[in-house]
């Protein structure tokens, strides 16, 4: 998954924190974090493939949304994708 042209162009209007870790768990890691009225969330990528897709809602003080994908999962990225951007939108 590429960041800049699969995550970027849907984060207009978005505070957005970019950083990058080495070494860790599943390689290095790629991080966004992403605030939206109420909801903050993150989406990581980590060079050996793995990708994990978090939203916390601090209105209602609950995490709705808590996803790590295998590499084997990659399939899988594009719909948890559009369920992450879909969950960031709404409003509770």
């Given amino acids: ?3 800049d042209n699969e ?3 849907w984060l207009d209007g978005y505070s957005i924190v970019r950083s990058s870790f ?3 768990e599943f390689g290095d890691l790629e991080r966004l974090e992403i605030e939206a009225d ?5 989406i990581e990528l980590w060079s050996e493939g ?3 897709f978090d939203i916390f809602n601090l209105t209602i003080e609950e995490q709705t949304l808590n996803r790590l994908l295998s590499p084997d999962e990659a399939e899988l990225i594009p719909n948890i994708l559009r369920e992450f951007f ?3 939108i709404v409003s509770t």
């Fill in 86 to 88: 879909a969950e960031m």
């Fill in 38 to 42: 109420s909801k903050m969330g993150t």
């Fill in 1 to 3: 998954m590429n960041i």
């Fill in 50 to 52: 793995w990708v994990s």
């Fill in 22 to 24: 080495t070494g860790g």
């Fill in 7 to 9: 995550v970027m162009p």
